[in-house]
């Protein structure tokens, strides 16, 4: 981008700022123009947990999936309000910064193209693009859905196992080969979508993937 583009777009972007200033994701308090939080809320969020996938793995979040994160994700998720995403990013990135050394490229599980067209935005590639920027690592949507069933948080634990086998394919599997991936997710519930992708992309040559998502809604009781 030029410079006169880039001073143009951050003028564009400051002005909008005047009239709809920011406000935190969380308690909805203005906050300035660079913050993504109000420093409550981030010395109230800050953390992570993690969580065991079934067919080997792990997830890690900043965040269970829980009050003021959980109405945050829904507003990003559910109410084409993306304004949650930046700070959504930053703490996955807090979470995972440390493993970036040992990864190539950021993807994320995909909407399906249906799902796509009706939201008109897909939150996980939103969060994996803002995380992979912060990580300084290139985003490549590796992962296609091909096949989309019931939703996923309308059924069982069994029967979500059952519902995303097949859901899932590498359209060009030697963009992946021989890459650790970092796989992000918005929320980890039971884990199966997040496993059913891990293991798509192993079998599609991946070396490694490593997996993390926003929040994780069914965390094991300690
Ligand atoms: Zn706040």
């Not at 703490?91 to 994320?108: E, F, M, P």
């Amino acid at each position: 981008m030029s410079g006169l583009n880039k001073f143009l777009r951050e003028l564009a972007k400051r002005t909008i700022w005047l009239f709809c200033p920011n406000r935190c994701p969380y308690c909805n308090k203005l906050i300035g123009y660079h913050d993504t939080e109000c420093d409550a809320c981030a010395k109230k969020l800050a953390g992570s947990v993690i969580q065991k996938l079934p067919m080997g793995g792990s997830c890690i979040a900043p965040f269970e999936y829980s009050g003021a994160v959980r109405r945050a994700i829904l507003k990003f998720k559910f109410r084409e309000d993306i304004s949650p995403a930046d700070s959504l990013a930053k703490h996955i990135y807090g979470v995972t910064k440390d493993i970036a050394g040992n990864t190539d490229a950021v993807t994320n599980v995909p909407l399906s193209a249906l799902s796509l067209e009706k939201r008109g935005y897909d939150q996980t590639r939103i969060l994996a693009k803002k995380t992979a920027e912060l990580l300084g690592l290139p985003f490549y949507p590796a992962l296609k859905k091909i096949k989309q069933k019931k939703v996923q948080h309308t059924l069982d634990r069994e029967a979500r196992k059952e519902n995303v086998i097949g859901c899932y394919e590498v359209p060009d599997s030697e963009s992946i080969a021989g890459k650790r991936l970092l796989l992000i997710d918005d929320i980890c519930t039971s884990g199966y979508t997040m496993a059913e992708c891990r293991r798509v992309l192993l079998e599609a040559g991946a070396r490694d993937v490593q997996c993390a998502a926003a929040a994780i809604a069914e965390l094991e009781p300690h």
